[in-house]
């Protein structure tokens, strides 16, 4: 079956270390986000990449690192830059076109500071 | 800067009452999304919204756009326990490009 996996589901971090969210899928979608949500609040957008080794900066892009090496891969990497890392993350998938829609969701990970 | 506004944030309803939940975006769009999230899960998509009077219904759940008011609204009849959750509304401003979250609406439902 098609999807996004993402891993770890929950990631513990102690302070002033860098940590790596993995997101992978294999529904050959072009474009890939990621998200962070805090408690009782909406998703922001941290980064997306429309196209293997190109990405965009999103609304809280600072603190955080990402790589597009391969198109069913998008890592995310909270740096220690990042000073209030502890949220649930989000990655998402979509097709690109405007006779597509619809973005796919993996199940997140979340990730607390120690 | 696209900005969406939902409202109210907190709702809670009696079982068997109806209610609407409202999205407002600041920016042209034809594509609006609505997803439900269960508290520690991730989300799970409702409607996808693409034209201007499009209205989608499933089970208890109907939404609508109206594009040129920039709002989309999210109707609940006949309330059961089980549409407890936060609701989220989600507007993407070209094909691909982004999907800008509303701040949600925690939905309580109480026998």
């Known amino acids: 079956d098609g999807g996004i996996t993402q891993s770890p589901k929950y990631l513990f971090r102690k302070e002033g270390q860098n940590v790596t969210l993995s997101c992978e899928q294999n529904?050959?979608?072009?474009?890939m986000y990621w998200y962070r949500q805090d408690p009782g609040q909406g998703l922001r957008l941290i980064y997306y990449s429309q196209i293997v080794n190109d990405f965009q900066k999103g609304d809280i892009a600072e603190g955080y690192s990402v790589s597009r090496e391969k198109k069913e891969s998008f890592p995310l990497t909270v740096t220690s830059a990042q000073k209030n890392p502890t949220a649930f993350y989000l990655c998402?998938?979509?097709?690109?076109?405007?006779?597509?829609?619809?973005?796919?969701f993996g199940s997140g990970t979340r990730l607390t500071v120690v | 800067e696209l900005k969406v506004e939902q409202n109210p944030l907190f709702l809670s309803m009696q079982e068997g009452k109806n209610y609407t939940i409202y999205c407002n975006y600041s920016?042209?769009?034809?594509?609006l999304y609505w997803y439900r999230q269960d508290p520690g899960k991730s989300l799970e998509s409702l409607f996808v919204l693409l034209s201007n009077g499009a209205v989608k219904q499933e089970g208890r759940l109907m939404a609508s756009l109206d594009t040129k008011a920039r709002l989309s609204t999210l109707h609940i009849t006949a309330a059961v326990h089980d549409l407890s959750a936060t609701y989220f509304c989600?507007?993407?401003?070209?094909?691909?490009?982004?999907?800008?979250f509303g701040e949600g609406t925690q939905l309580t439902v109480n026998p």
């Open positions: 998402a998938s979509s097709t690109l076109g405007t006779e597509y829609y619809g973005y796919t």
């Open positions: 989600a507007v993407e401003e070209t094909s691909g490009s982004r999907l800008t």
């Open positions: 920016t042209t769009s034809d594509r």
């Open positions: 529904l050959n979608h072009d474009a």
